[in-house]
C-alpha cells in the first residue's frame, strides 16, 4: 500500500539553498543567454542557435518547474498543488525541459564535429538545425502530453501514489505508468550519452592527427570543450535522480528513498544553473554579458 513519507530536517536544508540558488542564478544566467540572442543578430550561428535553446530549457526548469519543487519541500500542506492544475502543469514542465536536454546534447556534438572535421563541408547549417531543433520541441511537447493524459488515467484509477508524488517525477512502484516513465527516461537518456560520448571520441581522437581540413584552431577546441562539459555536468548531476527512481521501483519503496529523492532532485535542478556559469567561464562572449548583467545588478542594488 502505497503511502505518504515524512521529509527529514536534514533534507529540508540540504534542497533548500540548492532550490533557491537553480531559481534565482538559473533564471538570470539562462535569461541572459536568450535575451543575447534575441537582440544580437551577430551572433546568429549554429553555435548559439542550439546553446540558446538548450538555455530555454533550463530556463523552464529553473523559473517554473523548480518552484514547485521548492514549494513542496519546504511547506508541509502543499499537497493542495494536486488539487489543482500546477500539478499536472509541473508534470508536463519536467517532462518537455528534460527531454529536450538529452536531444540537444548529440546535436551540440554533431554541431561541433561539423566545425572540427568538415568546416569546409558542414553537413549542418543554421537553417537545418533549426529545423531539427523545432522537431525536437514537437516531439518534447509530445511525450509531456503523452505523460499527462497517462498520469491522470492513473490518478482515475484508484492508484494509491499520492497525485502529488506522481507530478514531482516520484514512483514508489513497478506500475505501468513508472515503467513507461522510467523505459522512455532511461533509453533517451542512455542514448543521447551513448551518441554523444561517441561523437566527441571521435573528435577529440581526430583532432590528435594530422589529417588535412581539420579545423584545430585554438577557439573552436575551446568551444568543443565547452559543449563537451555542459554535457558532462548534466549527466553527473541527473544520474543520481535517475538511481533513486530505478532503487525505489525496483526495491522495496522507503522512507530513505523519500529522502533520496528529494535530495537528488536537487542536486539534479542546479545543473541548469550551473550551465551559465560554464558558459560565461569558458567562452568570452558570454562572459562579457555576465558581467555586464553583474554590473547592472549591482549598481541599481546601489
Known amino acids: 500500500m502505497q503511502q505518504h513519507y515524512e521529509q527529514w530536517v536534514a533534507t529540508t536544508a540540504f534542497v533548500s539553498p540548492l532550490y ?5 542564478l538559473g533564471s538570470l544566467g539562462n535569461g541572459m543567454v536568450i535575451y543575447s540572442y534575441a537582440t544580437d543578430q551577430t551572433i546568429h550561428r549554429t553555435f548559439h542557435f542550439l546553446i540558446t535553446n538548450l538555455a530555454i530549457a533550463d530556463l523552464i526548469m529553473c523559473l517554473l518547474f523548480t518552484p514547485i519543487l521548492f514549494i513542496y519541500r519546504v511547506y508541509a500542506k502543499a499537497e493542495l498543488i494536486s488539487y489543482t492544475p500546477v500539478c499536472e502543469i509541473s508534470l508536463f514542465l519536467s517532462m518537455v525541459s528534460i527531454s529536450m536536454m538529452y536531444f540537444l546534447f548529440p546535436l551540440l556534438a554533431y554541431h561541433r564535429k561539423d566545425a572540427m572535421l568538415r568546416p569546409q563541408q558542414p553537413r549542418l547549417n543554421l537553417a537545418q538545425t ?3 531543433v ?7 511537447t509530445f511525450a509531456g502530453g503523452l505523460m499527462i493524459l497517462m498520469a491522470r488515467r492513473e490518478f482515475g484509477s484508484g492508484d494509491p501514489t499520492p497525485k502529488l508524488y506522481r507530478c514531482l517525477l516520484i514512483n514508489q512502484s513497478l506500475d505501468r505508468y513508472a515503467k513507461i516513465f522510467l523505459g522512455y527516461s532511461a533509453t533517451l537518456y542512455g542514448l543521447s550519452i551513448a551518441v554523444t560520448a561517441v561523437l566527441y571520441l571521435h573528435i577529440f581522437r581526430t583532432l590528435g592527427t594530422n589529417i588535412e581540413g581539420v579545423n584545430g584552431s585554438a577557439d573552436e577546441r575551446h568551444v568543443t570543450k565547452l559543449c563537451f562539459w555542459v554535457a558532462i555536468v548534466y549527466t553527473a548531476f541527473w544520474t543520481p535522480f535517475l538511481l533513486v527512481q530505478l532503487g525505489g521501483v525496483f526495491g522495496n519503496y522507503t522512507e530513505l528513498h523519500f ?8 542536486i539534479g535542478v542546479i545543473g541548469s544553473a550551473v550551465n551559465p556559469l560554464l558558459y560565461a ?3 568570452p562572449y558570454y562572459r562579457a554579458k555576465l558581467r555586464d548583467l553583474f554590473n547592472r545588478l549591482t549598481c ?3
Open 134 to 140: 523545432f522537431f525536437f520541441w514537437f516531439l518534447s
Open 259 to 266: 529522502n533520496l529523492h528529494g535530495c537528488s532532485s536537487g
Open 130 to 132: 533549426r529545423l531539427v
Open 20 to 24: 533557491i540558488l537553480t531559481i534565482v
Open 300 to 302: 541599481r542594488s546601489g
Open 281 to 283: 567561464i569558458m567562452h
